[in-house]
């Protein structure tokens, strides 16, 4: 599956941004779709995941202010950020686990859009 991530941009703090990325396949039984980070000299690092069952998990950073959800009709995950903090300019990237019947898991990586939180 190909990933296809846009949304990204130069916000103020306190502003808000919403992420898209775009899957080249069905989206509804994909087993974890996620968004990851990656802030400069840092390691990547979970920021929200989705499951096929839309069960969520968000990092501790960002509980409250983002919010992951997915479109199954328009194969698109999202990733709705609020109040946004300058601590949360990150490379951000799109994730999908696929598990097959019998098969390993395995991971698919969308590529990054820079998002900048600036004054």
């Known amino acids: 599956v190909q990933l296809q991530a846009c949304g990204g941009g130069l916000v103020q703090p306190g502003g808000c941004l919403r992420l898209s990325c775009a899957a080249s396949r069905d989206i509804a039984n994909i087993n974890v779709m996620a968004w990851y980070r990656q802030a400069p000299g840092k390691e990547r690092e979970l920021v929200a995941r989705?499951?096929?069952?839309?069960?969520?998990n968000y990092a501790d950073a960002v509980k409250g202010r983002f919010t992951i959800s997915k479109d199954n009709v328009k194969n698109t995950l999202y990733l709705q950020m609020n109040s946004l903090k300058p601590e949360d300019t990150a490379v951000y990237y799109c994730?999908?686990?696929?598990?097959?019947?019998?098969?390993?898991?395995?991971?698919?990586w969308g590529q990054g859009t820079l998002v900048t939180v600036s004054s």
């Open positions: 989705i499951g096929s069952s839309r069960s969520r």
């Open positions: 994730y999908a686990m696929i598990v097959a019947a019998l098969q390993p898991a395995v991971d698919y």
